[in-house]
């Protein structure tokens, strides 16, 4: 008794639903490898991740989904699955044109890749990851090729992750922000005013950062009912659903007050949108807007006086003996660092310039991957004012690079 | 592109890969409900593991299977993959004749009277449970009408459990059971030898259980690598993989030495089993060689006087004081209690008798739901030789009645 009978839309909702349970299944064995899983089954979890990003590619270019798509009128779906629709038909066309060898060999490639981004990181040397760059790239290019975005090789990356984005856009985005950004820089650097800032940078115990990490959830209304925040080696942030969002907090490694501050506010403005966004897969939301929800928060509220007035009771205690204000400059004071992570917002779109033009250029082929090093510290010489001391102060830095997954990615 | 080129073997690959996905993704999230899942999320898990299910069944009945499982030659299959192969192609074949409308329906069902079950149990009253049963009950008589048992119904769902298995062996096996074990049980009871046993039934604090526990599991050689034991409400065991089993130990409940020992060491031997198994899909496993497992650590293992010898020094404070000759006699007492799970092997057969009767007596129409109570009070009555004082402590012992999930069980 096949299910031959169903109508259109309820074909529909079986995609649908096939593709949620995928992506609420990888979704939970990445929170779950990073957690609890055991450490000989890494190898086991991460064939199965590869298994269900391949079963998903195999579902949207069957022959039942593009039926669904070419045939399918939305009008008659509810209007709480139109969204769903726009972006599975876009994925269905899209994916139809990239054979599935290709996603098979990609994936093979970045698991082996990200390997050598680690060891090339622990020896402090890009050429000992670039052999495997190298392959990364030319796969991409060929993803480029197929997605039929002609010469514009890049193009094709920037519409994969915002629809419809293009180079000229950001290229006028930049050359905007230099405009303003790099003026108010050499300003700041000469400024009489210089605040405080050294007690910011005071260590803080595990068991306390949690807590203050937690009051600050609290504060700004994470519904603990649907979520949880977890003390992680790495930060991380994985929504399995508005109901469940979960969040690693990397207290492991003792961090700075000011670190914390940042980090975590991130992930409540993240988690905030994703347990109030109504979306039925995670994926149709824009990357844009879940970093707009978290620089909201890190960039901005924790950086504003209320904010501090409102949560100073829950604060460390080696930062209680501060006043506000103290605290308020300190907060807003601009670090002058190489790196990316611990530099303040002022830098951060000077560093993804340089990224995204490193990128642009390797997709297009006018630039050679040895020559990235010295090419990344020309642009931060040029852009940010600092020396680039070695690899992991440089070109290292380019975590996205370990995979040659290009494109914006998030501003934490 | 269409994957269309692939031969057999390839098909079948991806075939089992798929059913592995879908099990590894059921298997984790049932565990994550068991440990973190969110509050709210809790229906969102259930419709996931509800789609889940569903896709398999869907895939298992889909064209591109029948194929590959008619055309394959086995021969042409790698040795590790032949079991799989044996596997699915019964599973296919069954489920053929099974209507997907059948599996969302019972799923429907089944959720909502495994609650209506709870309530029954807070009630001490199996009348509230009843018409929810009355409707599973239908259900399964029209599973086993689909797969074509004839007048033999139970005989539908004995074989899914084990492949073969008829009412007339299992009738032969309890025969042959009750005429050893009913005159040895009167024995046992006339018996002027009785052991202290008191001492066992002291409650442990719930650290020192969970200490004494991962010493057992140590002492048994679980691979801490290849899994997790957590402590949890109730007890549970889900092997994502012989590289991640894991294991719920009840300690929150904090539990008796006797019960404790039973429940531990039984995980132990399925664990073993688990990590040691070598198939593909856990699914494979036929139920009664993972209990045969846990069987042999709990009621042979836990209590001979070897182990007991090489385990003293990590058994709670409680039980240090007293010899290993007395530890030994008490764990091995009778204990004549109407309540199954407390109740020592020699009963548990007896129990499992009461319960196989009802349900093949149920699915062959041959007694009414409302009388279940008192049938189930007389035939504990003809084989304990026990009274039966109220619904929790008879027929709301039958778990598996909850979601009239028939066919032998684990005999914990």
């Known amino acids: 008794m096949p299910p031959v009978t169903r109508s259109l839309e309820q074909e529909f909702e079986v995609v649908l639903q096939r593709l949620i349970a995928n992506e609420h299944s990888l979704a939970l064995l990445r929170w779950d ?59 269905a066309r899209r994916l139809e044109k990239i054979p599935y060898e290709w996603y098979t060999k990609y994936e093979k490639h970045a698991a082996k890749a990200m390997q050598m981004w680690t060891e090339a990181r622990k020896a402090n040397d890009f050429s000992v990851f670039r052999p495997f760059f190298d392959r990364l790239v030319a796969l991409q290019m060929d993803y480029a090729d197929y997605a039929g975005f002609g010469d514009d090789r890049y193009g094709a990356i920037l519409d994969l992750r915002e629809d419809g984005l293009t180079s000229e856009q950001v290229d006028a985005w930049f050359q905007q922000l230099q405009e303003v950004v790099l003026p108010l820089l050499s300003h700041v650097k000469q400024s009489n005013k210089q605040p405080k800032t050294g007690f910011l940078f005071e260590e803080i115990e595990i068991e306390e950062q949690m807590d203050v990490a937690k009051s600050l959830f609290e504060l700004t209304n994470f519904d603990f009912e649907s979520g949880r925040i977890d003390s992680s080696i790495h ?62 928060f890190s960039s901005f509220i924790s950086k504003s006086k209320s904010f501090f007035l409102q949560c100073k009771e829950h604060l460390p205690d080696a930062i209680h003996r501060y006043s506000i204000d103290e605290i308020h400059a300190g907060m807003n004071a601009v670090d002058f660092t190489i790196v990316k992570n611990d530099s303040s917002e002022l830098m951060v779109p000077l560093h993804l310039q340089i990224g995204y033009e490193l990128e642009k250029a390797i997709m297009n082929g006018e630039i050679a991957t040895r020559d990235l090093p010295h090419v990344w510290a020309d642009k931060a010489g040029d852009y940010l004012s600092l020396a680039t001391p070695h690899d992991l102060g440089g070109i290292l830095q380019e975590y996205h690079f370990a995979t040659a997954d290009f494109g914006p990615k998030p501003l934490n």
């Open 235 to 296: 930060p991380f942030f994985v929504p399995l659903s508005p109901e469940d969002v979960r969040v690693g907090i990397s207290a492991p490694s003792a961090k700075e007050f000011k670190k914390m501050m940042k980090e975590t506010l991130y992930s409540c403005g993240q988690s905030l949108f994703a347990q109030t966004s109504n979306h039925l897969l995670q994926a149709e939301v824009p990357a844009s807007m879940q970093q707009a929800y978290g620089l909201l």
């Open 33 to 91: 490898s990073y957690m609890y899983g055991s450490t000989k089954g890494a190898q086991m979890r991460a064939n199965l991740m590869g298994t269900l990003a391949e079963d998903t590619y195999r579902h949207l270019t069957s022959e039942s989904v593009k039926q669904v798509v070419e045939q399918l009128d939305p009008n008659d779906l509810p209007t709480g699955m139109l969204s769903s629709f726009t972006y599975i038909q876009k994925q």
